[in-house]
């Protein structure tokens, strides 16, 4: 991923979070009003903290999108402990040049026309906020935050948890 993020200090560090995270789960509403996740890889953050990723401008997400386009995105990696969850607005952009910036070669797996291919845009998440967790770096730190959470820190003794005004 592209981590382009550097505007403001909590851009930053989103994009730092999210940076070594392959595969973000979007969840949007669908026409029933149910929530519907699908998995994505995050292609860039923009400087400005917004996430780009390709899609299929036909596909049930953009669908989705026409009626409500308020979305999160969320990011999971266990074997850090580090999770985040992204709120903001997503649209559709069909701009070629940006294609062709983010297109790599591995992207015809999940686009087998390429980057020509009429149907293939980008998903912009224009991010409003986010939340984090991060525990501690390795498996005895981890336990000892455990522990001292047991002997009555509390969860905070357990790791850093805040909010990002991106």
């Given at each position: 991923m592209k981590n382009a993020a550097s505007t403001n200090d909590d851009t930053r560090k989103l994009g730092e979070l999210i940076d070594d995270i392959e595969v973000a789960m979007l969840t949007t509403v669908g026409p029933d009003g149910t929530l519907v996740s699908r998995p994505l890889q995050t292609l860039k953050v923009d400087p400005a903290?917004?996430?780009l990723f390709f899609t299929d401008a036909g596909s049930g997400k953009v669908h989705d999108l026409k009626a409500k386009s308020k979305v999160n995105v969320a990011y999971a990696n266990p074997s850090s402990q580090t999770y985040v969850s992204v709120t903001g607005h997503a649209t559709v952009v069909r701009d070629r040049a940006l294609i062709e910036e983010l297109w790599k070669p591995v992207h015809k797996a999940f686009f087998p026309k390429g980057k020509d291919d009429p149907?293939?845009?980008?998903l912009r998440v224009d991010?409003?906020?986010?939340?984090?967790?991060?525990a501690s770096g390795n498996f005895i730190a981890r336990a000892i935050d455990f522990g001292r959470a047991l002997s009555g820190e509390g969860p905070e003794a357990m790791g850093e948890h805040g909010k990002l005004n991106v």
């Open positions: 903290g917004n996430l149907d293939l845009a980008v991010t409003h906020g986010a939340e984090y967790w991060e």
